[in-house]
T-cell receptor, first 111, second 114 residues
Framework: GNSVTQMEGPVTLSEEAFLTINCTYTATGYPSLFWYVQYPGEGLQLLLK?????DKGSNKGFEATYRKETTSFHLEKGSVQVSDSAVYFCALKNAGNQFYFGTGTSLTVIP | DVKVTQSSRYLVKRTGEKVFLECVQD?????MFWYRQDPGLGLRLIYF???????EKGDIPEGYSVSREKKERFSLILESASTNQTSMYLCASSKDRGINYEQYFGPGTRLTVT
């Protein structure tokens, strides 16, 4: 089957700290992988994506690498800001056009 | 930019009422989706549609129906609202079925059923 597992939150970091949010997946075939971000009171926005093994997606200082051997797509940022406080969702899309989302990880960055 | 709009940001309805949630996208996308989002459960797919007048059940269709009369509009209907349908409802669209195409989300409708 298909599923996405994210690290449990909430995560609280000080400004300029290093961020990692773990994401692992189970999928049939070769899915595309996505990170979405949801700011308070808003819908989800695409943060980055990777469509094949070893691809690295990046945006706004965030990065994630599609690791087929470990079935992982961990989100990283070298120096977080208060404005990065949000809920982050890992997701996969399989060949059948089905999306599967993780349960989300809440991040709070304190000054 | 793709824009997905939802008719209401906040909605309060009474138990037993019929509720319509509207979603419109402006980028000629083929596919449209309705999710509900609940704390600790993430996003759960209610219904989706690959084309006008087509609909497919998602993971939790019970108590809901949908309508897609025009390509740009996808409506979610709660035939008789119940308190366990209090939730955040998110509409999304994507260009087509290709594996590379992401979903674009609307801002969400927070529905409270009293």
């Amino acid at each position: 089957g298909n599923s996405v597992t994210q690290m449990e939150g909430p995560v609280t970091l000080s400004e300029e700290a290093f961020l990692t949010i773990n994401c692992t997946y189970t999928a049939t075939g070769y899915p595309s992988l996505f990170w979405y971000v949801q700011y308070p009171g808003e819908g989800l926005q695409l943060l980055l994506k990777a469509t094949k093994a070893d691809d690295k997606g990046s945006n706004k200082g965030f990065e994630a690498t599609y690791r087929k051997e470990t079935t992982s797509f961990h989100l990283e940022k070298g120096s977080v800001q208060v404005s990065d406080s949000a809920v982050y969702f890992c997701a996969l899309k399989n060949a059948g056009n089905q999306f599967y989302f993780g349960t989300g990880t809440s991040l709070t960055v304190i000054p | 930019d793709v824009k997905v709009t939802q008719s209401s940001r906040y909605l309060v309805k009474r138990t037993g009422e019929k509720v319509f949630l509207e979603c419109v996208q402006d980028m000629d996308h083929e596919n449209m989706f309705w999710y509900r989002q609940d704390p600790g459960l993430g996003l759960r797919l209610i219904y989706f549609s690959y084309d006008v007048k087509m609909k497919e059940k998602g993971d939790i269709p019970e108590g809901y129906s949908v309508s897609r009369e025009k390509k740009e509009r996808f409506s979610l209907i709660l035939e008789s609202a119940s308190t366990n349908q209090t939730s955040m409802y998110l509409c999304a669209s994507s260009k087509d079925r290709g594996i590379n195409y992401e979903q674009y989300f609307g801002p969400g409708t927070r529905l409270t059923v009293t």
